[in-house]
Structure formats: structure tokens, C-alpha cells
């Protein structure tokens, strides 16, 4: 078994004709949490749906367990993603169902497991993520922070190999910032798997993933351990983790000069 | 001017290509079918939410329009000196047309446009997204069971619907205004035959069924995941619904009722 998780070579992707992704190499060790960074419209998700599978490379290699997900049919893509989780940007959770039927659904869905088991097993899940006591409410009761535990707990219900986590801190007040990101760090350690996290909350991830790869209009601009990113003293980066107004991402659209679109004469 | 004719051109091809996406998403539901009806209970949850909450307005409409059937048949009828036939004008306008037809329109904006609400909305909120990331197919878990769910409902309303009119015509014709209620009902038994009358109506509210569910379902799955999508949805859901019922209509009455 490969050590590496996550492989990817070269790879590009593109909407019709427009490029999103240019000559990506990235890879995720088994047992490590990584980030991917970048500003919005940047590619990052767009990464992230292609190892999820849900997006097949224009070009390059892309490795998933051993799997290559262009030449993957159906269901190997189903088998595959069995031992696979992933947390949406707003916890997607069912609204149908309560806290407890959203983290059984995949177990009653993939498993003949008893009613029982089942129960316990949702039980260990929800007390991982400090909502066992919510176990009844329905998705509409939850707060922001609250949802998305939910929705990590059911991510992590038939003990994945590896957990995709799109944008996971957005919009979330700083306790539960912290929660969910030590929550992140600490499942992937107690489990053994693996995390690949997208998002644009450096201070954050920062303090929990292992490595983290900078993306930028569709290329990979930096890369390094929190500490190496830190240092950086690459003009993106810089602008990126002190927050900077302008820098080379630019404060303006790009846009006609100024005096131009306000009619002014030269006096 | 050429532009205008482009305009057209790319219209058909949307349409048509939109028409094929529809046909394969329809086959796919069918193909689907077999994992709902193993887990039925997923089927019997649409039921209810299809069936069993559009209860009351079907049951209140067909009441009224059984009313309204009563008032006006006697009317006509009285002039002809026939006022014992207004069971048989009931029953077989209700049996054969009125039933199938208003409670398929009444399902269309009740439970077809809750189904493309819901699926759009679950669609933008990423619920289906997830789903597919679970190895779970949608098409099995959602839409299969929503539309066997809706199409066995469909008869059932029609029927209740049928009834209820028949009672609302009783009351009004001989409650209210005193027509012999052994006529009303000895040549109401005589005129309604079970395979003209009865079948054909049953066929044509399963038809109607599943044209309003598969319109339903596929404006849901296909709506774009915006407010401003599902809401367009919905509407057309509504509209194209009820078209294609008054359509199926008169396509189905044509086959089935030739005056022999």
C-alpha cells in the first residue's frame, strides 16, 4: 500500500474551453491533514470535486487510494467513495431526517447492520463531535456550528479512509471555529485518516493541518509546512496570511481608468 | 435577421436536447424502481406526503363541484322534465371526466409542485450533492420512491375526489331540492358500466399521474440551485403539468369514448 493517499501529477482541468486547473502536483500523505488555499474563484473547489470524483482531469494523473479517477467507472467511483467522506461548505445535512437518522443514513444505506448497532454506532459518532444530546432534533433546530458537527459526524460514520472538508470554517463564530478545526485535527488522528481541507481561513488552518499548498488562478504558488508558509516571504502568500487589501491580488476589478468613467476633462 | 433565425435554431436544439435529457432521466427513475419497491416503506412516506396531505383539497373541491354538478344538471334537466336522470349526469361526468381531470390539476399544484420545491431546494442546499458523495444514487433514494408514491396516490384522489362529488350532487339534487332519491341512485347503478366508465377513468388518472410526477420530479432535478431556479421550477411544473393533463385528455377521451 502506497503511502501516499492522494496523488496527483500534472494535472489540469477545464470548463469547455476555459482552464480552471494548470499542471497541479499535490500530494497527501496517509494520516495527514492538508489545506488547500487560495482566494475565492481560485480552483480550490474545483480540486477538491475532482478527488472527490465528481469532476473527471482533462489531463494529468490523479490518484485516490490507489484508484485512478479518470479511468474509474461508476461503481468503482461508489466504491471508492465508501471510504470516502465529505463535509459541505453548509453541512448539506438531510432536513428530512433528525441529527441521529443523518449520521445512520449511510450505515442504513451500505451496511445490514442491526437497529441496534446502529444506534450505538451513531451514539459514538454524534459523542465524538459533542452532540450525542442533540441526537433527536431536526437539522432546522441546529445552529451554524452545531449543523456542521452534524454533518462531520456523518461524514466520519463508516470510518473513512480519507475526508474532504469544503470551506468548513465559513461562517461560523469563533468558538465554533475552534471546535470544528480541533475537531478536524483530532478525528483524523484518533481515526487514522486522512484530510484535505479547502479553505481560505488561513489563521485556522494554520494551526491544524500538516502541509499546505497555495493555489492561484489555477497553479500552485506556494507550498510548505504552517511554520515554512508563515515565513514565506512570496508577495501572495504574504498578502494572503496578513489579510493585506491590495497586494497581487488586486483591491480593484479590473476596470477603465478612473477619470475615464467619471467623464473628467484634463483642465 | 439572421440572428433572429439563429435565435429560433438554438431554441429547437434546447428544447430538443432538453426533451432527450427528460426521456433519460424518466427511463433512469423506471430503471431505478426495483431498490424503492424493496424498501417500500420509502414509497408508502410519498404516500403520504403526496397523497394523504392533499386529502382535504380534494375532498372539499370534489364536494363543491359535485354541488355545482347537482345545481346545474337539474336545471337542464328540469326543462326536459328528466330531474330522475341527474344521478347519471353526476356520477358519469364525474366518473368519466371531472374526477381524473380537476383532481389531477388540483395534484399538479399541490403535490407536483411541493415535489419540485423539494428537489430543487435539496439541490441547492447540496442534499443530493451529498448523497451521490455517500455512494447513494438520487435517482434510487429520492426520486424513484417520490414517484411510484405520487402515481399510486393519483387514482386513489381521483376516486376520492369522484365520490365526494357524487356525494355533493346527492345533497344538493336530493337533499336540497327533492329529486327522487331511489331514481337518482337505481339510474345511476344502471347507466355507470364498470369497463367504459370506471376503468377508463382509472387509466386516465394513471396516466395523469405520471406525467405530473415525472414533470415534477424532472423540473426539480433540473432546476438551477438558486432561489430564483427553484421558484421558476415550480411554476413551470404547475403549467406544464396542467397542459399536458388537458392535453393526455383529450388524446385519451378520443380513444376511449367513440359513441359506440
Same mark, same amino acid.
Given at each position: 500500500?502506497?503511502?501516499?493517499?492522494?496523488?496527483?501529477?500534472?494535472? *489540469?482541468?477545464?470548463?469547455s474551453?476555459?482552464?480552471?486547473?494548470?499542471?497541479?502536483?499535490?500530494?497527501?500523505?496517509?494520516?495527514?491533514?492538508?489545506?488547500?488555499?487560495?482566494? *475565492?474563484?481560485?480552483?480550490?473547489?474545483?480540486?477538491?470535486?475532482?478527488?472527490?470524483?465528481a469532476?473527471r482531469?482533462?489531463?494529468?494523473?490523479?490518484?485516490?487510494?490507489?484508484?485512478?479517477?479518470?479511468?474509474?467507472d461508476q461503481d468503482?467511483l461508489y466504491?471508492?467513495?465508501?471510504?470516502?467522506?465529505?463535509?459541505?461548505?453548509?453541512?448539506?445535512?438531510?432536513?428530512?431526517?433528525?441529527?441521529?437518522?443523518?449520521?445512520?443514513?449511510?450505515?442504513?444505506?451500505?451496511?445490514?447492520?442491526?437497529?441496534?448497532?446502529?444506534?450505538?454506532?451513531?451514539?459514538?459518532?454524534?459523542?465524538?463531535?459533542?452532540?450525542?444530546?442533540?441526537?433527536?432534533?431536526?437539522?432546522?433546530?441546529?445552529?451554524?456550528?452545531?449543523?456542521?458537527?452534524? =454533518?462531520?459526524?456523518?461524514?466520519?460514520?463508516?470510518?473513512?479512509?480519507?475526508?474532504?472538508?469544503?470551506?468548513?470554517?465559513?461562517?461560523?463564530?469563533?468558538?465554533?471555529?475552534?471546535?470544528?478545526?480541533?475537531?478536524?485535527?483530532?478525528?483524523?488522528?484518533?481515526?487514522?485518516?486522512?484530510?484535505?481541507?479547502?479553505?481560505?481561513?488561513?489563521?485556522?488552518?494554520?494551526?491544524?493541518?500538516?502541509?499546505?499548498?497555495?493555489?492561484?488562478?489555477?497553479?500552485?504558488?506556494?507550498?510548505?509546512?504552517?511554520?515554512?508558509?508563515?515565513? *514565506?516571504?512570496? =508577495?501572495?502568500?504574504?498578502?494572503?496570511?496578513?489579510?493585506?487589501?491590495?497586494?497581487?491580488?488586486?483591491?480593484?476589478?479590473? =476596470?477603465?481608468?478612473? *477619470?475615464?468613467?467619471?467623464?473628467?476633462?484634463?483642465? | 435577421?439572421?440572428?433572429?433565425?439563429?435565435?429560433i435554431g438554438r431554441r429547437v436544439v434546447d428544447g430538443v436536447w432538453r426533451m432527450g435529457v427528460a426521456t433519460r432521466f424518466f427511463l433512469l427513475t423506471l430503471l431505478h424502481s426495483g431498490q424503492s419497491f424493496?424498501?417500500?416503506?420509502l414509497i408508502?412516506?410519498e404516500?403520504?406526503?403526496a397523497?394523504?396531505?392533499?386529502?382535504?383539497?380534494?375532498?372539499?373541491?370534489?364536494?363543491?363541484?359535485?354541488?355545482?354538478?347537482?345545481?346545474?344538471? %337539474?336545471?337542464?334537466?328540469?326543462? %326536459?322534465?328528466?330531474?330522475?336522470?341527474?344521478?347519471?349526469?353526476?356520477?358519469?361526468?364525474?366518473?368519466?371526466?371531472?374526477?381524473p381531470?380537476?383532481?389531477a390539476l388540483?395534484f399538479a399544484?399541490?403535490a407536483g409542485s411541493a415535489i419540485t420545491a423539494e428537489i430543487g431546494?435539496m439541490k441547492a442546499?447540496?442534499?443530493i450533492a451529498?448523497m451521490e458523495?455517500?455512494?447513494v444514487d438520487p435517482i434510487a433514494r429520492v426520486v424513484a420512491p417520490r414517484f411510484w408514491g405520487a402515481v399510486i396516490s393519483m387514482p386513489?384522489?381521483?376516486?376520492?375526489?369522484?365520490?365526494?362529488?357524487?356525494?355533493?350532487? %346527492?345533497?344538493?339534487?336530493?337533499?336540497?331540492? #327533492?329529486?327522487?332519491? #331511489?331514481?337518482?341512485?337505481?339510474?345511476?347503478?344502471?347507466?355507470?358500466?364498470?369497463?367504459?366508465?370506471?376503468?377508463?377513468?382509472?387509466i386516465k388518472s394513471v396516466v395523469f399521474g405520471i406525467a405530473v410526477t415525472a414533470i415534477a420530479l424532472f423540473e426539480g432535478y433540473d432546476a438551477p440551485p438558486?432561489?430564483?431556479g427553484v421558484?421558476r421550477a415550480t411554476t413551470r411544473t404547475v403549467v406544464t403539468s396542467s397542459l399536458a393533463i388537458l392535453g393526455l385528455d383529450f388524446i385519451l377521451?378520443a380513444f376511449?369514448?367513440?359513441?359506440?
Amino acid at each position: 500500500m502506497s503511502d501516499n493517499l492522494i496523488e496527483i501529477r500534472d494535472l *489540469s482541468f477545464a470548463y469547455s474551453d476555459r482552464m480552471v486547473l494548470k499542471g497541479i502536483n499535490l500530494t497527501a500523505r496517509r494520516g495527514q491533514v492538508i489545506a488547500i488555499m487560495g482566494n *475565492s474563484g481560485c480552483g480550490k473547489t474545483t480540486l477538491l470535486r475532482l478527488i472527490g470524483g465528481a469532476l473527471r482531469p482533462t489531463h494529468g494523473l490523479l490518484m485516490v487510494n490507489g484508484v485512478d479517477m479518470g479511468q474509474i467507472d461508476q461503481d468503482g467511483l461508489y466504491g471508492l467513495r465508501r471510504r470516502m467522506g465529505m463535509l459541505f461548505q453548509f453541512g448539506a445535512l438531510f432536513t428530512d431526517m433528525s441529527v441521529a437518522e443523518n449520521v445512520a443514513f449511510q450505515l442504513r444505506e451500505h451496511t445490514d447492520l442491526p437497529e441496534e448497532m446502529i444506534r450505538d454506532l451513531v451514539l459514538m459518532k454524534l459523542n465524538a463531535v459533542g452532540l450525542r444530546g442533540a441526537q433527536d432534533l431536526m437539522p432546522s433546530e441546529l445552529s451554524g456550528g452545531m449543523a456542521r458537527r452534524v =454533518a462531520l459526524a456523518r461524514s466520519i460514520a463508516l470510518d473513512p479512509a480519507l475526508v474532504l472538508y469544503d470551506e468548513p470554517f465559513a461562517g461560523l463564530d469563533p468558538i465554533a471555529l475552534g471546535v470544528t478545526g480541533n475537531l478536524i485535527r483530532r478525528l483524523t488522528d484518533t481515526l487514522g485518516m486522512t484530510s484535505v481541507v479547502v479553505t481560505h481561513d488561513v489563521q485556522e488552518s494554520l494551526k491544524i493541518v500538516d502541509y499546505v499548498y497555495f493555489v492561484s488562478e489555477g497553479v500552485i504558488v506556494a507550498q510548505g509546512t504552517p511554520a515554512e508558509i508563515k515565513a *514565506s516571504d512570496l =508577495a501572495y502568500v504574504h498578502q494572503f496570511v496578513h489579510g493585506e487589501e491590495d497586494g497581487p491580488v488586486p483591491f480593484h476589478y479590473p =476596470a477603465p481608468p478612473y *477619470s475615464a468613467d467619471l467623464e473628467l476633462r484634463p483642465c | 435577421m439572421l440572428n433572429g433565425i439563429r435565435g429560433i435554431g438554438r431554441r429547437v436544439v434546447d428544447g430538443v436536447w432538453r426533451m432527450g435529457v427528460a426521456t433519460r432521466f424518466f427511463l433512469l427513475t423506471l430503471l431505478h424502481s426495483g431498490q424503492s419497491f424493496r424498501r417500500f416503506h420509502l414509497i408508502i412516506r410519498e404516500v403520504f406526503s403526496a397523497g394523504v396531505l392533499s386529502l382535504i383539497i380534494i375532498l372539499v373541491s370534489g364536494l363543491f363541484v359535485g354541488m355545482v354538478l347537482g345545481l346545474q344538471g %337539474y336545471e337542464t334537466l328540469q326543462t %326536459y322534465g328528466s330531474e330522475e336522470a341527474l344521478g347519471v349526469l353526476v356520477s358519469l361526468s364525474l366518473v368519466r371526466e371531472l374526477g381524473p381531470v380537476v383532481a389531477a390539476l388540483l395534484f399538479a399544484s399541490r403535490a407536483g409542485s411541493a415535489i419540485t420545491a423539494e428537489i430543487g431546494l435539496m439541490k441547492a442546499t447540496e442534499q443530493i450533492a451529498a448523497m451521490e458523495m455517500m455512494a447513494v444514487d438520487p435517482i434510487a433514494r429520492v426520486v424513484a420512491p417520490r414517484f411510484w408514491g405520487a402515481v399510486i396516490s393519483m387514482p386513489l384522489l381521483a376516486a376520492l375526489f369522484s365520490a365526494m362529488g357524487i356525494l355533493g350532487g %346527492y345533497l344538493v339534487g336530493v337533499v336540497l331540492i #327533492g329529486v327522487d332519491e #331511489g331514481s337518482f341512485w337505481s339510474q345511476m347503478q344502471a347507466a355507470v358500466d364498470f369497463k367504459e366508465d370506471i376503468l377508463n377513468g382509472v387509466i386516465k388518472s394513471v396516466v395523469f399521474g405520471i406525467a405530473v410526477t415525472a414533470i415534477a420530479l424532472f423540473e426539480g432535478y433540473d432546476a438551477p440551485p438558486t432561489a430564483e431556479g427553484v421558484s421558476r421550477a415550480t411554476t413551470r411544473t404547475v403549467v406544464t403539468s396542467s397542459l399536458a393533463i388537458l392535453g393526455l385528455d383529450f388524446i385519451l377521451t378520443a380513444f376511449m369514448f367513440r359513441g359506440v
